[in-house]
């Protein structure tokens, strides 16, 4: 539970601590002291919005501080110790600073984090109801949500299965939509494919034949100039007719040298080199006349090179920059063509799964309506009960769980086509019925209040007054506590618009939710603040320049006096004294 909170800069507060304890924590002031602002403080630590506005006129930032306990809460300890937190002695400090130029900063633990994980730490331990959650009761999706809380862990594993089913089937029609409204397209895609796969067939190219026969060519091409080439290098090393060449040269050389050779050794060694030479020179000139010899002019084979190779060139301009990209292409293209002529096969088995999920939603969403359906008669009945203790003793909680009916599609194939329920499943007990379904099954809820015997059940907005909405979901909240329990709630003034013995009952049944829960209830209203365990009063002070507010814990005296401003304006009648004496003896009374 939350110890303590911890508040400087924020709007008219300057610095002000709220120690909180278990059990009922009312918080009071006059109009315009600041009391909202401790909402607001809360709202910060729960990984709220951050308003920069919101920051007292002359501070750089606005901070809030909390200390839980978290002794029994070891989720807060270990999502603590993930963010890099530190735990003592139990207890986490977190902490939200908002700055006047609009920056926010959060820690956990004394460790700086983001604001959600702010928020994923604190979030679950408290549960915040304003005005403004009057106004979202009135809304469809909070009132199935409030029976769906109700419900437990039956109804949120039947959820689950549906919603897992349901998005599975989404999945499915998604695809199934992709395959046939883009038909045409995929058909021209496979046409396209098809007729290139053809071409590369027909020309069956086989990797580097492109390079090879460029070689080829060029060679062909030129088979006249390199013969003569050859033949000059040939005679220029060997000549066959009365000229100088390189391997005579090379003799004669060797054979000066070879006469002085036993003169000198150095005369010795060039001969013997010039020897060698002279023998390599008689290899390279045989090679050349091989070369020379093997040198054919081949009009007709050139012919089918370039004709080979014009083929290949056409396959090149469309399919890839070489024979071997044309040959990658064509392997990918096949794999794709295969994938597009599968279409119809697909989706026959595409619709196949499509009318398997549709079944087992439909039967998903019968189980989750029946559990729905339960759990409406008991929350009905216990919020009833409720409100019989809370000064509404003829009315009358109805929590309608309804389908929405309609005719049969055409085909499955429409958008969202509505889910086939038989043998009376659901409802009204027809063979057959088609429903509208949703995300979050097959139902609408709606709760209904009968304000007075013998009246009709009416939706909220049109059957319940600001006071009695303010009753009916104190009642909820009481009754949805009990099961799944929130270790602190904090009311802000959701007593609106409630006065007299409601206003009494109400304070009962916060000091009734307050024994399993930590409560704090920003109040108005002196019949609920009687029922306090801890009484808080916020105090506007003024210099003449600067509004301050403080936070005040109220001993007996000073909460008669309190009690007693609340009650008739005045803190110094002693009637009014007498007046809030015996409210709080009757609230110590009730609460025993």
Avoid: C
């Amino acid at each position: 539970m939350l110890e303590e909170i911890r508040i400087s800069g924020l709007g008219i507060i300057e610095s002000s601590t709220l120690e909180l304890g278990p059990g009922l924590t009312v918080v009071t002031g006059e109009t315009g002291a600041g009391k909202t602002m401790i909402v607001t403080a809360l709202g910060l630590l729960l990984g709220g919005r951050g308003d920069a506005g919101s920051v007292r006129k002359g501070k750089k930032a606005a901070r809030v501080e909390g200390v839980i306990d978290a002794r029994s809460l070891p989720g807060v300890i270990e999502a603590t110790e993930e963010a890099g937190g530190e735990v003592e002695e139990g207890r986490v400090l977190v902490a939200r600073t908002v700055a006047a130029e609009g920056r926010a900063r959060a820690y956990v633990g004394g460790a700086t984090v983001p604001v959600a994980t702010l928020g994923s730490v604190t979030s679950p331990l408290v549960a915040v109801h304003g005005q403004s959650d009057q106004h979202r009761l009135l809304q469809p999706r909070a009132q199935r949500d409030s029976l769906d809380r109700f419900g437990g862990d039956a109804v949120a594993k039947l959820i689950a299965a549906y919603s897992d089913i349901h998005a599975e089937l989404r999945g499915v029609e998604r695809e199934l939509d992709e395959v046939t409204t883009h038909a045409r397209e995929r058909a021209q895609e496979a046409d396209l494919l098809r007729f290139g796969l053809g071409e590369v067939e027909e020309v069956s190219p086989e990797s580097g034949e492109d390079v090879t026969l460029a070689q080829e060519e060029e060679k062909l091409g030129y088979a006249d100039t390199l013969r003569t080439a050859a033949e000059q290098a040939r005679e220029a090393l060997s000549s066959e007719i009365d000229a100088p060449d390189a391997l005579g040269a090379i003799s004669a050389a060797r054979q000066a040298l070879d006469g002085v050779r036993d003169h000198d050794p150095d005369a010795a060694s060039l001969a013997d080199r010039l020897a060698e030479v002279s023998y390599l020179l008689s290899d390279l000139a045989a090679d050349v006349a091989s070369y020379a010899t093997a040198i054919e002019t081949d009009p007709a084979r050139l012919s089918v090179v370039s004709e080979r190779r014009a083929a290949l060139t056409a396959l090149t301009r469309k399919y890839g920059e070489t024979i071997d990209e044309v040959l990658a292409w064509a392997e990918t293209g096949a794999k794709r063509l295969l994938e597009l002529d599968s279409d119809d096969d697909r989706i026959e088995e595409l619709r196949g799964e499509r009318t398997r999920l549709r079944a087992a939603l439909a039967d998903a969403g019968v189980a989750l309506s029946a559990a729905r359906t339960d759990a409406a008669g008991a929350l009905a009945e216990a919020v009833s009960d409720e409100l019989t203790g809370l000064a509404m003793p003829h009315a009358r909680l109805v929590v309608d769980v309804r389908q929405k009916e309609t005719d049969a599609p055409a085909s499955e194939d429409e958008p969202h086509a509505p889910l086939l329920v038989g043998e009376g499943q659901v409802g009204s007990g027809k063979t057959q019925r088609w429903l509208r379904y949703g995300s979050n099954g097959l139902d609408e809820v709606e709760l209904l209040l009968a304000a007075n015997t013998g009246s009709e059940p009416r939706p909220l907005h049109k059957g319940a007054s600001g006071g009695e909405l303010s009753r009916v979901m104190l009642a909820i909240e009481v009754v949805l506590a009990a099961t799944s329990p929130v270790p602190t709630f904090v009311f802000d003034e959701v007593d609106a618009g409630v006065g007299g013995t409601a206003a009494v009952e109400i304070g009962r049944r916060l000091a009734h939710l307050a024994r399993t829960a930590q409560v704090l209830v920003v109040t108005h209203l002196p019949q609920v603040a009687a029922f306090a365990d801890h009484h808080v009063a916020v105090e506007k002070t003024s210099d003449g320049v600067v509004t301050s507010s403080g936070l005040t814990v109220l001993d007996d005296e000073s909460r008669e006096r309190e009690l007693s401003r609340m009650l008739a304006g005045l803190t110094a009648s002693d009637t009014a004294i007498a007046h809030a004496r015996e409210l709080l003896e009757v609230a110590r009374a009730a609460k025993v």
